[in-house]
């Protein structure tokens, strides 16, 4: 549980035992200020735009993990299992043009499979022609 959730939970329940007795002392204002504040706690706090400090340093130790590991199958002969466990380890994502490609499969098979006379030799053959 969060600090602000135990905040707004203990706003809250000040809120309540104030109703409850209907002897407040709190005026209007105080009253809105309360019940502002303890809307404002309730919503969650917005996720961070990019990696944590701790993501970083563990996507830092991965790399440096990486490298060692790579760096010995290198020294011990086994350059092309390294290029594979780099690769297999750290994919590089598919470019725009590739993913397009494989949207085409799938609306190919889809075609196909449903027995839609629609050609796409046109559409593959410009995303054919497109630089990665």
Not at 88 to 95: M, N, Q, T, V
Request: charged residues 35%; contains cysteine; negative net charge.
């Amino acid at each position: 549980m969060t600090n602000n959730q135990t905040d707004w939970k203990e706003l809250c329940a000040q809120l309540y035992a104030a109703l409850e007795a209907h002897s407040t002392t709190w005026d209007d204002e105080v009253l809105l200020d309360r019940v502002g504040t303890a809307l404002r706690l309730a919503q969650p706090e917005p996720e961070p735009d990019g990696p944590t400090d701790i993501e970083r340093e563990r996507q830092e130790a991965a790399d440096q993990e990486l490298d060692a590991c790579c760096e010995w199958l290198d020294r011990e002969g086994w350059s092309g299992e390294s290029r594979q466990l780099r690769s297999a380890r750290r994919p590089k994502p598919l470019s725009e043009k590739q993913q397009a490609l494989e949207d085409l499969d799938g609306l190919e098979a889809d075609l196909a499979k449903y027995g839609m006379g629609f050609k796409t030799t046109n559409i593959r053959r410009a995303l054919e022609q497109l630089d990665d």
